[in-house]
């Protein structure tokens, strides 16, 4: 996994409206990162991921927005527009 996509998982934390939910998203983070390496990554592929996350946003079309679909799924999330 991407680590922006560590960065956008934890920012849905940051962002919780209750407590509860924030307990569960920090426990699903927090095994996601225990069970799935971790990849560092350049400026041109943060580039990228940019560049391909505005053309498709909230699509599940590219590994990253199909994890943050997991996550939206799984905590009952609705995308901020």
Known sequence: MCAISVAEIAHGIYRANTEDLRHRQRA????????VPIHPITAATAELVAKIGSENAY??????????ALAYNFFGMRPAR
Do not use: H, M
């Open 59 to 68: 699509a599940p079309t590219t590994p990253a927005s199909g994890l943050l």
């Open 28 to 35: 699903f983070l927090d095994e996601l990162k225990a069970t």
